[in-house]
């Protein structure tokens, strides 16, 4: 049915119980079969989000589909290929109902209403822009298919994080060889923080959908505000140019990090005074236009996101130049770089000097906590730097497999942020890093801890007992302040906590770079 709108560009629909009426260019009533989604990249952004949608809309039928067979096999199992809380409740429930997994890309997109594309945009690691750009080979691969297989009009809508003026782009490639076929591009940025994906997804501070200021562009955004309207409210739907709603999201990101980055700066601060950052970030967050959220000083961010779209927003700063605004954001990355340096500065420098042949026990590994995502975890930097330094590592995250870090430990900056099945194999292993399953192995015989992941479990884990099993002089180096320091000063470890007041011990162990 749906190809009877083949010329008629359907810009609005309406539910009525289970039966669907779209409402044409024409303005007639048709009965309709199910409106059809598909989302391109069953990853982090791809999976979760069209589960939700699923969830929400149950007369829309969502397919998502992939290049990447083991992912989509993984999609379709009982071991969903990512790890994050209240996903597999919600891809249970609708799963062969109205949500699907497919490698059958060019099918379940000839079919659809509306594509939502969520794939890879890594950063460019050779060639124009190498270092900062994002590569949009993959982006591009899905525009070019998406011309060649569509047989009816469809929205394009942008999930991935693209540079500003994408849409432009994109849309000369679908027009390109359009057969008469109309497209209208959105752009649809996704602000969901892993490890709280799906509550973000279901009560989302806002969904910002951008949009040509044409007649077909405004029917497009209100057909996609329809669909977020079943559950989020209209007031936090905001609609904007295309321009605007793609640079907010790297606006958005680079606020973020620049928290981070700021708190992280004042943490250096605070232990070459005496302040206490927490009590800093606390103070400073009690003012009300700027907030308490995010302020956490950590041995760095990580994740997939945060450094590639400032690098990306470097380089369109510079392409339209403006130097001293690319400037500004570097100094976010830098000031990162220089936290996760200095911590090893620190472990290095209150182990006499050197950790070569001791044993460090690494306490985490993924980015941040409820999550097994290691892309860009300052914990990758940290262990080469103490590798660097010949310390032998032994590794525990309740997430992240052997596999993973030894491929994390091996491979080379951004290959990481392609898809899986792309990325370069680790043939070999890399030496000195054992990784096991639970952190009293990892610490027994151990000279330091590092603690790298806030996972809660390592709030609570039986210190004394893991004393008794160190060797002495013990040293925790707290990444990301979980633990009570003072209660672990008592047991008789040498506590290293990011921004806090620092003992006596280290005080007089510099950490000079
Ligand atoms: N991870 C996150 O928390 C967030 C990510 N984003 C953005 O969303 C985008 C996707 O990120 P993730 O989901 O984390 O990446 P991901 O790597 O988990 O997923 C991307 C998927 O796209 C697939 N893919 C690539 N090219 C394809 C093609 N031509 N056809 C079919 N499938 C293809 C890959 O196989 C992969 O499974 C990126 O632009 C990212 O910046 C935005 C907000 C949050
Ligand atoms: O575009 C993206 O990919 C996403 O990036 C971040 O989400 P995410 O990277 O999943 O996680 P965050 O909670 O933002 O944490 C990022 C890093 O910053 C660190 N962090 C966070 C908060 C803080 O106070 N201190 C701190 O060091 C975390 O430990 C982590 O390493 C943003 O929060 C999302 O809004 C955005 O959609």
């Not at 990512?82 to 490698?103: A, H, Q």
């Not at 124009?128 to 569509?150: N, P």
């Not at 994408?166 to 359009?178: D, F, G, P, V």
């Not at 760095?300 to 369109?316: A, E, M, R, T």
Request: charge should be neutral.
């Amino acid at each position: 049915m749906q190809n009877h709108l083949n010329d008629e560009f359907v810009f609005r629909y309406k539910l009525v119980g289970s039966v669907e009426y779209i409402k044409s260019g024409k303005d007639q009533l048709i009965l309709s079969k199910m409106v059809k989604i598909c989302c391109i990249g069953a990853g982090y952004v791809g999976g979760p989000t069209m589960a939700v949608i699923a969830l929400k809309c149950p007369n829309i039928q969502v397919a998502v589909v992939d290049i990447s067979t083991a992912r989509i096999n993984a999609w379709n199992s009982d071991t969903l290929p990512i790890y994050e809380p209240g996903l597999d409740e919600v891809v249970k429930k609708c799963r062969g109902k109205n949500l699907s997994f497919s490698t059958d890309v060019e099918k379940h997109v000839a079919e659809s209403d509306i594509v939502f594309v969520s794939v890879n945009t890594p950063t460019k690691t050779q060639g124009l822009g190498a270092g900062k750009a994002a590569d949009l080979t993959y982006w591009e691969s899905a525009a070019r298919m998406i011309a060649d297989v569509a047989k009816s009009n469809k929205i394009v809508v942008e999930k991935s994080t693209v540079p500003v003026k994408t849409a432009e782009a994109i849309e000369k490639i679908l027009t390109h060889n359009s057969k008469g076929i109309n497209f209208s591009i959105l752009s649809n940025p996704e602000f969901l923080a892993e490890g709280t994906a799906i509550s973000d997804l279901l009560n989302p501070d806002r969904v910002l959908i951008g949009g040509r200021e044409t007649p077909e562009g405004k029917k497009a955004i209100e057909a996609l505000r329809d669909v977020y309207a079943h559950w989020v409210p209209v007031d936090r739907i905001l609609c904007t140019n295309l321009w605007s709603a793609e640079l907010s999201k790297l606006a958005a990101n680079a606020f973020l990090a620049q928290r981070i980055s700021s708190v992280n700066a004042m943490s250096a601060l605070c232990e070459a005074t005496g302040a206490d950052v927490s009590q800093v970030a606390h103070a400073v967050g009690k003012d009300t236009r700027i907030g308490p959220k995010f302020l956490n000083a950590s041995v760095g961010f990580g994740g997939s996101c945060f450094q590639k779209d400032i690098l990306n927003l470097v380089y369109i700063c510079e392409c339209n130049g403006l130097p001293e605004v690319a400037t500004y954001w570097k100094q976010v990355i830098k000031v990162n770089d220089y936290q996760k340096t200095r911590f090893v500065n620190q472990i290095v420098s209150s182990m006499f000097n050197t950790v070569s042949g001791k044993k460090i026990a690494v306490l985490g590994f993924a980015f941040k906590k409820d999550t097994g995502d290691t892309r860009e975890t300052p914990a990758i930097d940290v262990c080469k730097g103490l590798i660097g330094d010949k310390a032998k590592l032994s590794i525990y995250d309740p997430q992240v497999n052997q596999d993973q870090i030894q491929r994390d430990l091996s491979m080379k900056k951004f290959d990481w942020d392609h898809p899986v099945h792309l990325q370069p194999m680790s043939p070999t292993s890399v030496k000195d890093v054992s990784v096991v399953w639970d952190a009293y192995t990892a610490t027994k015989d151990a000279h330091g801890i590092c603690i790298l992941t806030e996972w809660d479990e390592f709030k609570n884990l039986d210190y004394q007992k893991i004393f008794n099993d160190m060797q002495k002089p013990a040293f925790v180096f707290d990444g990301r302040n979980v633990v009570d320091a003072e209660k672990l000063r008592k047991i008789g470890f040498i506590v290293y906590s990011i921004g806090k007041p620092l003992d006596d011990w280290l005080k007089d162990m510099p950490a000079v770079a």
